[in-house]
């Protein structure tokens, strides 16, 4: 069974900076993909970035130039750096991981707000 956990969440003014991580347990993280997803209250969940196992990233327009992913095979741990944040990125963000199947975190709170 995998098990996920966010981290690095929290309040942070526009124009700010923050970082989550999502660790992993069980022996299948390096194979697969992980992905960050953000659902804000009254809307759904919505795709925010993507790294495959080969290292192969992708965003959606939204994002794009302001959030990196990244992973980390040693450490079990996919991050997401966010800058240039809006209050519009006000969002609970969540963690998946897809091999064979998906598994989700329990979610991260970020709130850009001044």
């Known amino acids: 069974q995998v098990q996920l956990v966010e981290s690095g969440g929290g309040l942070v003014q526009p124009g700010g900076s923050l970082k989550l991580s999502c660790a992993a347990s069980?022996?299948?993280?390096?194979?697969?993909?992980m992905s960050w997803y953000r659902q804000a209250p009254g809307k759904q969940r919505e795709f925010v970035a993507q790294i495959t196992s080969n290292g192969y990233t992708n965003y959606p327009d939204s994002v794009k130039g302001r959030f990196t992913i990244s992973r980390d095979n040693a450490k079990n741990t996919v991050y997401l750096q966010m800058n240039s944040l809006k209050p519009e990125d006000t969002a609970v963000y969540y963690c998946?991981?897809?091999?064979?199947?998906?598994?989700w975190g329990q979610g991260t709170q970020v709130t850009v707000s001044s």
């Open positions: 069980g022996s299948i993280f390096g194979s697969a993909t």
């Open positions: 998946r991981l897809a091999y064979i199947r998906t598994y």
